[in-house]
């Protein structure tokens, strides 16, 4: 079964730090990678899409991708308290035969202290 | 206005008792989904759309059904509600047009709870 591996948390950061935000998966053939940012009792949104190996910067977010290890991270700097929140990874399923759907991870709980 | 929109966005019903889940968007999309969030299980995929004749469906649909009345708008049903199906629903959308990119867009989600 594919699946999308992140560590729960809560990885609590203070103030003005870097948050570093991991995930692994097992479908090799996936392309596509993304990172959502859901607020308590709120639903996900969509905060960085990456689908070539490197690093991708927008803003305070940069997204990590190394396809050989099956590897994909976020960095936040600068972390704020209103960056407290669970970030969910998400994987396309299949390639360039893609299903159309997202393998999603079960978040990581992320608390920046004031 | 939203692009994504669910209605209700909190429901309390009880047990036998059927129930509709509303979404529309204005985004254009082709695809939509339907998603249940519990907590510790992450997002589940319940069923999905790339148009209008075509639905699919996903890891756990045992217990609910679906409708795709137009492009914009997928119902979810479930037809005689249980306890286990209290949680937070959320529909999404992407453009087939991303290729293998699939964005996926979510609606605000509904709170449902069954006694």
């Known amino acids: 079964q594919k699946e999308v591996e992140q560590n729960s948390g809560p990885l609590s950061v203070p103030e003005g730090a870097i948050a570093s935000l991991n995930c692994t998966y097992s479908d090799r053939v996936s392309q596509s990678f993304f990172w959502y940012r859901q607020y308590s009792g709120k639903s996900p949104e969509l905060i960085m899409s990456?689908?070539?190996?490197g690093d991708k910067e927008d803003g305070r977010f940069t997204a990590q991708l190394n396809k050989a290890s099956q590897y994909v991270s976020l960095l936040i700097r600068d972390s704020q308290p209103s960056d407290s929140a669970t970030y969910l990874c998400?994987?396309?399923?299949?390639?360039?035969?893609?299903?159309?759907?997202?393998?999603f991870g079960q978040g990581t709980t992320l608390q920046v202290k004031p | 206005d939203a692009d994504v929109t669910q209605t209700p966005r909190n429901r309390i019903t009880k047990t036998g008792k059927r129930i509709m889940l509303e979404c529309s968007q204005t985004k254009g999309h082709d695809r939509m989904y339907w998603y249940r969030q519990d907590p510790g299980l992450g997002l589940r995929l319940i069923y999905y759309s790339f148009d209008v004749k075509d639905i699919n469906k996903g890891e756990i649909s045992d217990g609910y059904s679906v409708s795709r009345q137009a492009q914009a708008k997928f119902s979810l049903s479930l037809e005689s509600a249980i306890p286990n199906q209290t949680a937070l629903y959320f529909c999404?959308?992407?453009?087939?047009?991303?290729?293998?990119?699939?964005?996926?867009?979510f609606g605000p989600g509904t709170r449902l709870t069954v006694l």
């Open positions: 990456i689908y070539s190996n």
């Open positions: 998400a994987v396309n399923e299949g390639g360039s035969g893609n299903t159309g759907k997202l393998i």
């Open positions: 999404a959308t992407s453009d087939p047009g991303q290729g293998a990119y699939n964005e996926q867009f």
